[in-house]
């Protein structure tokens, strides 16, 4: 190998190492204050579901904001628009440490969720930019293991240091990585003349862009309802497990966080499993596995069945995920940003539709129904997808 491809590979390591970071800095600031609802409506003397709404917060300035960034990182490079999202990112959580009041935080909080929109996404893309589509999937599943673990390590890390050095510490920590991070990966690219700037297409120009083909629309709707069928079960999880079989809420949630551990373990093995089965085996044993995952927890007699279910069902969960962004990054090469942002757009949409379909069929019915029929959609879903995938070939 040349010097020049030495050191060009080593240049698109070191970004992908601080994209990687920026995306689990995201990641664990959208769940940093999960684990810290009683702190914060002790220190606002609020109730807890008026606290929440710094949750809420985040969660709808981060779904909204979305499609805002795809265009932009497709116009001035994503790498780019990545490292100044991270950097305002900081502000968002420097001003939710020093907030004096619960509407302060949740403003805080609301600007750190339209900041991280720009993060996850747009990385995505850039791997689809940089990476051939044959490795692509095992580079996207190292991405996916870094977001997993900040998930897991914001809910975690929020209550453990609310407890031991008061909430506003989280946020302080917070900021500290992402302005390291931020600072580091801006400072490679802003001066940097190899970054590609595209023609502006507008919002609504790459939207009709990305949509105007079959194959996109296909796996936008996959995606729509694979959020929908997942993320309404696991929502409710913990409180089944507490009212079903009596756990406490900490041990139901500390089940439930089995679910990212397996997720974990798929990111881990990604590679292997897809030498060896494909695509279309991933998404056949994704289907495969969450169903199995949900429909033991809608049968089960005893809680002592659902940890290895909720491992499996992240593992499934994640196998049929990773093949929908693998091609989710290869659907409109042209607008890979605002291809990515229209996928994500969609994960969140079929979520929130979903969460509110299942909370219908918990008061007619329970909890068990809608796993049922997450397990049944998640299995037809997993198998038709690897069909269609089958069909259109490698691209």
Known sequence: ??????????????????????????????????????ALAQEFAAT??????????????YGVLQ?????????????????LATLACTVGSALAAASPNLEWLVASRALSGAAAAGIIPLTMAWIGDSVAYEDR???????????????????????LLADAFGWRSAFVGLAAIFAVSGALLVSRVIFDPRV????????????????????????????????????????????DLHLRFGLSMPTAGGVVALYGIGGLSYSRTARRMLR??????????GGIATAAAFGTMALAPSWYFVPPACFLAGFGFYALHNTLQTNATQMAPWARGTAVSLFACSLFLGQSIGVLGAAWLVDQYTAPAVYSVSAIGLLLLGLSFAVLVKRRGRP
Not at 48 to 61: C, E, M, V
Not at 147 to 152: D, H, L, S, W, Y
Not at 230 to 239: E, R, T
Request: proline fraction near 3%; glycine fraction near 12%.
């Open 276 to 285: 060896r089965w494909g695509e279309t085996g991933l998404a056949r044993i």
């Open 137 to 159: 999937q095992a580079v996207l599943a190292q991405l996916l293991g870094a977001t997993v673990f900040g998930m897991i390590t914001g809910q975690w890390a929020g209550g």
């Open 48 to 61: 807890a579901g008026q606290a929440a709404r710094a949750i809420s917060a985040f969660a709808l300035a």
């Open 1 to 38: 190998m040349q010097k020049s491809e030495v050191v060009s590979l080593n240049d698109w390591s070191a970004k992908l190492w601080l994209v990687g970071c920026c995306a689990f800095t995201s990641m664990a600031s959208m769940r940093i204050c999960d684990a810290m609802l009683p």
């Open 196 to 239: 590609k700037q595209c023609a502006p297409m507008g919002l609504l120009n790459g939207i009709k862009s990305v949509v105007g083909s079959r194959w996109p629309r296909v796996v936008l709707l996959v995606t729509a309802i694979e959020g929908a069928l997942a993320f309404s079960a696991l929502a409710f999880i913990p409180s």
């Open 67 to 83: 499609l805002f960034y795809g265009p932009l990182g497709d116009r001035f490079g994503k790498v780019k628009v990545i490292g």
